[in-house]
């Protein structure tokens, strides 16, 4: 609570897209709860059907209803609800690799989940996805506790939190997979090792009926046993989901999304930035003394260690999202890793060496936290973690200025297209940005369009452009996607550079608006220029322009 509240209260910004998408959402339920409960669950009933719903809002709706609904109040509701249960199911699961001392090596493991930023920031950022992580780490810690799955009752369950994790949050879809295949592939090698000690026990000459299980049998239970998991997972999703779960199963999300998948260089370097290249050297000895020195139950550390590799396959050579809230599909690997290497170290060194080792790794993570939280803009090449500092405006006062200009400019909530869609300048900034400034007992609206973002999944915006009665635009092009000739990814924004380029080119359509004498400053250089129209844009015109821009003439 400390650390949150310090940080949240640091911030001065606007927040936007993902950072706000949530927080507004919630507040938005809970006062529909204050309001009309039935509304508000048919609200979350109908929210089902869509990509993101109101489920994993839920938890934080009384916190919301008894604190407010300011940004600080819904980032302590995150933390207190989701992420603090998941640092402990963290410490569990530590309990269940390392058999020795279970206490101690719960609370440890805790505590070392306070050292790692990424277990902050995601939240810090207004991203409540945890929540679904929470029910990963529930299958984990389940799953562990009975490897066999003797207990029946233990296949539907984990089946249930496979698929509340997935309720949640679509992309925990990745971790059920990643939990079967991890399943899956301990399954096969424990057949392969039974098929190998049945085969040498038949071979010995003193014992041929050796009690060695019957390796076939093994493998069809356990395939029945996985089976009935994705069975139990599925069944839930059709039954509560069923439209979204139908989309998810037909859609090609790899495909949609493929503008925001980046090259594996930079998805390498990003993920180095994101947790410091010396915790990911201090994980792979954790894991790698722990098992060759036998530390770990082996068991449980082929389990964890498959769905660790599963899910940096997944996540850093398939999908290649670069982007805060998909940390959380590795930072429980990277915990379990540091937890590992300092039990390992106090176990098998003696001495000064121990002492030289725990307290340089300890020191290295601390530094790595600061580094990571503190306000502070340093380039430690790699070694350190990226700086996450709290989100500060140096141009606040001027943003405020353009909305209070626009809200002036448009009273009717006449359509205004902001041409533009970065993190320094998007459509949805204005629109938070009005909001905060006009809170919803006299909130006047600020109807500002900036739908397309990006060429693989949206279309180009020739409708919203010929209602609009104002264009807003931004000068640089502000594209949110990195910039790399080599791998051409300029063009994947180009649903929103073909209106820049028709204002900045005096293209026909752009002919119909005229340009208002107001400019605005942002940071990074960012000059801001309105254009009222002035008559209306013949549909003929339109379709020409985009004809040209398509032909590259």
Known sequence: ?????????????????????????????????????????????????????????????????????????????????????????????????????????????????????????????????????????????????????????????????????????????????????????????????????????????????????????????????????????????MLVAGDFTRSALTVDYRNLYVAWSLPINDILTRYADFYGLGTWLLVLIGFSAGILTRILVPAAAIFVSLFGVLSLIEWLLVLRYGYLHYTIHITPIALLGLSTFFWTTWLTLKGKVRYFMLGAAGLYLVLNAAVGLIPLKIDLSRLFIANFPPLVRSDYDEVVKLVEFLRKLAPNEEPIYIVGASNNFNANILRQANRKLNPPEGWWKLNTIGRPQIDSRDTYPLPELLQSQYAVVAVPFQQVLPTDEQVLRSHEQDVVKVVYDAFNQNWEIARDFQLLPEQFKLENGVTVSVYRRMRPTDTATAVRGLWMRCSGK
């Not at 963290?90 to 440890?108: D, E, Q």
């Not at 990745?174 to 991890?182: H, P």
């Not at 098929?195 to 356990?222: C, Q």
């Open 1 to 237: 609570m400390a650390v949150t509240s310090i940080y949240v209260s640091s911030e001065h910004t606007f927040y936007w897209w993902d950072y706000a998408g949530y927080n507004t959402a919630t507040v938005n339920t809970a006062n529909l709860f204050r309001d009309s409960p039935d509304k508000a669950w048919r609200g979350v009933i109908e929210s089902l059907s869509k990509e993101k719903n109101l489920l994993i809002s839920l938890p934080l709706v009384p916190f919301i209803l008894l604190f407010g609904e300011s940004r600080l109040s819904y980032i302590l509701s995150v933390s207190l609800i989701y992420v603090l249960p998941f640092r402990l199911l963290l410490g569990a699961i530590s309990a269940k690799l390392i058999p020795l001392y279970p206490r101690r090596v719960f609370w440890s493991t805790v505590l070392l989940s306070f050292l790692i930023p990424m277990s902050w920031i995601p939240t810090l950022r207004g991203y409540l996805d945890i929540g679904g992580c929470v029910f990963v780490a529930l299958a984990i810690l389940v799953y562990l506790q009975d490897l066999k799955l003797k207990s029946w009752w233990k296949i539907p369950l984990i089946g249930f939190f496979l698929a509340a994790a997935i309720l949640l949050r679509r992309h925990f879809a990745y971790s059920a997979i990643a939990f079967l295949g991890a399943a899956t592939l301990q399954v096969l090698i424990e057949f392969i090792v039974l098929i190998y000690r049945r085969e040498t026990a038949l071979s010995s000459p003193k014992d041929k009926e050796a009690a060695v299980p019957f390796p076939y049998r093994f493998l069809f239970e356990s395939a029945v046993k996985l089976g009935l998991i994705a069975a139990t997972s599925l069944t839930i999703l």
